[in-house]
């Protein structure tokens, strides 16, 4: 099955800077690459995708990029503010392998990132 | 849309006692998941089911049953607690028959001792 490793499992920023989180997954029939973040006690909540037809993505602060040859994909977060604080989840999702379709994730072990005011 | 609810928010159970966690969802979704979150780990799957009568094991089924008699409900049922199984257990749905987003529930805590 999928194997998917989470770099670091800590990161602390300073407010404003940039902040990087990457991911490697196993499974090269992989094809789906979401990232959650989860506030401490809050449930995961999805900040941005990415289908490995693409190999960036963007929305405002945040991006994903995917290098398929190398099987990773990393999360960047630029001009860090305190909200971001949190713990982000990679994971990746093989093509289905039924007519009834299958989205299992498989997600990383986590990095909880603290934004220093 | 109150989204993906479930009940208990906390439970203590003894070794050995069973007990039945509850999940709904509101958005007509057919896909739903368990899964269990273990301190500084993450998320693993227990089961999911793709429509009602529809369930297949995950990851990590063991000491874990489940039904899906309706497309709004996803009952994880534990027959036997074990300290093992102490966790956050989160609930989830998705729509789309191709991944897509999934929305959790607020999940569970449960402690067994």
């Known amino acids: 099955g999928e194997n998917v490793e989470q770099h670091p499992s800590t990161l602390s920023v300073q407010e404003g800077d940039s902040a990087v989180i990457k991911c490697t997954y196993s499974d090269s029939a992989s094809n789906y690459f979401p990232w959650y973040k989860q506030e401490l006690g809050k449930r995961p909540q999805l900040i941005i995708d990415?289908?490995?037809?693409?190999g960036e993505k963007k929305d405002q602060r945040i991006a994903v990029t995917l290098n398929k040859t190398a099987k990773h994909f990393s999360l960047h977060i630029t001009e860090t503010q305190p909200e971001d604080s949190a713990v982000y989840f990679c994971a990746a999702s093989p093509p289905p392998i039924s007519n009834f379709g299958n989205e299992k994730l498989t997600f990383g072990t986590g990095t909880r990132l603290t934004i220093i005011p | 849309n109150a989204g993906v609810t479930q009940t208990p928010k906390f439970r203590i159970l003894k070794i050995g006692q069973s007990m039945t966690l509850q999940c709904t969802q509101d958005m007509n979704h057919n896909y739903m998941y368990w899964y269990r979150q273990d301190p500084g780990m993450g998320l693993k799957l227990i089961y999911y089911?793709?429509?009602?009568?529809?369930?297949d094991k995950g990851e990590v089924p063991n000491g874990y049953n489940v039904s899906r008699s309706t497309t709004e409900d996803f009952p994880l049922r534990l027959e036997l607690a074990a300290p093992s199984q102490t966790s956050v257990y989160f609930c989830?749905?998705?729509?789309?028959?191709?991944?897509?987003?999934?929305?959790f529930g607020p999940g569970t805590r449960l402690t067994v001792t």
């Open positions: 989830a749905s998705s729509y789309l028959a191709g991944p897509g987003e999934q929305y």
């Open positions: 089911s793709v429509g009602a009568g529809i369930t």
């Open positions: 990415i289908r490995s037809n693409v």
